[in-house]
């Protein structure tokens, strides 16, 4: 196996697999022991965003079938932290390097029609693949939890399971961070299609987003991982220089703002979905993001099915079968912190301006990230540290991450004026009315982490005068402006 395939198959970052009931419910297949295990205790730092890797045996002791896979995150206490606080970036466990069960912030369910499980063997291989994604400076600790529903081997129910196995369809496979990035503005009507309207988005090489059916089988279940600003995901099957439309899993937000945060649920296929595929028929994956309200960066597009052979389906060139799904679950509890009120902060745009910074050298116009705070213009300051700095048209301003030795990463990220309201899982947005990104300065393994492998950016040169606020996408209680004059 090739070291970039590998990394991909561990990293599969916020990879929830989605062939998923509505919340609350029960096991499909009768007879299913419902079994509860814990991985930790995870010992979560200040500002953490890190991936880590590690073995588990928390798992059946017998062979048998898993029907039923709903991860979650604890607290010693029990409760399950805000997802504005920290939250389950993602969890992917992987059997014998096969990605097959995961999670991301949504927290979807893995629930396989009735007749059908993945085959489990207790000498398989499980690796966790997990990011607790801590969006404060304070410590903490969590426990991740997985509750399964499991049919033994030697079960009279288990004689009625048809094995399933789990195809990733993505939008960018084969990538070891399989990320894109969705620019306001970009697209048509307010929204993106990846990667149908990007520019050149495989270079030279083949599409990422497609899969050659290696073997005839039947599809029996999908449904699609989205970022914030995530519209739907779609699923199409080629075959012979035709072109069908499977199944569109739609992005449901309970969130009041819109398509701006976790608050969100996907459609997925129904109980009796069945699509005969035959082999060499080429599936193919798109994700449509909202371009019209922000920014959306390191975003992905994942649509897994499951695979199963042997049984009947539906021939999608003379059937249709791209009905409406249904979702995943409904509002939870840990979303309720949507932000956007009064924080008491300032209104940079009304502040006196700070220093002016001068000079040829970046270093003389330069601004350290250190503690969690933004040196100079962090609207959390008071007196002249909390005033946004200038600088002149042409030059540029230069941020550095001073907390980078505690693997600690920060962005400066474009954010609507006056960007001062409190934090929530709705606000702050990369809604700038000029857009910027740092990318998350600091060092990490390429393809392992979303590390830009550096910790110092600088602003655009060509910014006109004006007042600029931003904020850091990892921890957005951070909030800082400077202003640009002629």
Not at 150 to 161: E, L, Q, W
Not at 274 to 298: I, N, Q
Not at 310 to 315: L, N, Q
Request: proline share 9%.
């Amino acid at each position: 196996m090739g070291t970039l395939r590998r990394a991909y198959l561990l990293l599969l970052a916020a990879a929830g697999l989605c062939l998923l009931a509505p919340a609350g419910a029960q096991a499909t297949t009768p007879g299913a022991q419902h079994l509860h295990y814990e991985f930790g205790p995870l010992h979560i730092q200040p500002g953490q965003n890190t991936i880590d890797f590690s073995p588990t045996n928390n798992r059946p002791t017998v062979p048998g079938y898993i029907t039923r896979f709903a991860p979650n995150i604890r607290r010693a206490d029990g409760s399950v932290p805000p997802v504005d606080v920290i939250h389950l970036h993602h969890a992917v466990w992987l059997i014998n390097f096969q990605p097959t069960f995961a999670a991301g912030e949504e927290k979807t369910t893995a629930d396989l029609p009735s007749g059908f499980g993945w085959r489990y063997r207790p000498t398989d291989k499980w690796l966790l693949n997990y990011m607790i994604h801590n969006l404060t400076p304070q410590s903490d600790t969590v426990w991740i939890t997985y509750d399964i529903d499991f049919v033994p081997a030697d079960s009279p129910a288990a004689a009625g399971i048809t094995p399933v196995r789990t195809q990733w369809m993505d939008v960018q496979y084969g990538h070891a961070y399989p990320v894109f990035d969705v620019a306001r503005g970009s697209g048509t009507h307010g929204q993106f299609t990846y990667p149908d309207q990007a520019k050149n988005p495989y270079g030279s090489g083949p599409p990422l987003n497609q899969w050659t059916v290696d073997k005839d089988g039947v599809l029996v279940g999908t449904a699609g991982h989205l970022h914030p600003g995530g519209l739907r995901t779609d699923l199409w099957l080629t075959r012979d220089g035709r072109k069908v439309h499977l199944f569109q899993s739609a992005a449901h937000y309970f969130e009041p703002a819109g398509a701006v945060s976790w608050d969100v649920a996907m459609s997925a296929t129904r109980p009796d979905w069945r699509v005969a595929v035959k082999k060499g028929d080429v599936l193919s994956v798109t994700a449509t993001y909202d371009s019209k309200r922000a920014s959306w960066y390191e975003v992905m597009g994942i649509m897994p099915v499951a695979v199963a052979e042997g049984v009947p389906g539906v021939d999608p060139f003379t059937t249709p079968v791209d009905r409406p799904g249904v979702l995943t679950h409904g509002h939870l509890p840990e979303n309720n912190n949507h932000g956007g009120a009064n924080a008491g902060l300032p209104n940079p745009v009304k502040l006196l301006s700070g220093p002016v910074l001068r000079g040829r050298a970046a270093s003389r116009r330069s601004i350290d990230i250190k503690n969690f705070v933004y040196g100079m213009g962090d609207l959390g300051l008071s007196g002249a540290r909390g005033r946004p700095p200038v600088i002149r048209r042409g030059q540029s301003l230069r941020f550095n991450n001073a907390d980078w030795p505690r693997t600690i990463y920060h962005t400066i990220t474009a954010c609507r004026a006056p960007c001062n309201r409190t934090t929530g899982i709705a606000y702050p947005i990369a809604d700038g009315k000029r857009q910027f990104d740092s990318a998350e300065l600091g060092y990490g393994p390429r393809g392992l982490t979303a590390a830009s492998n550096r910790v110092s950016w600088s602003t655009p040169v060509n910014l006109p005068p004006g007042t600029y606020t931003y904020f850091c996408r990892i921890h957005p209680f951070m909030r800082g402006a400077f202003r640009v004059v002629r």
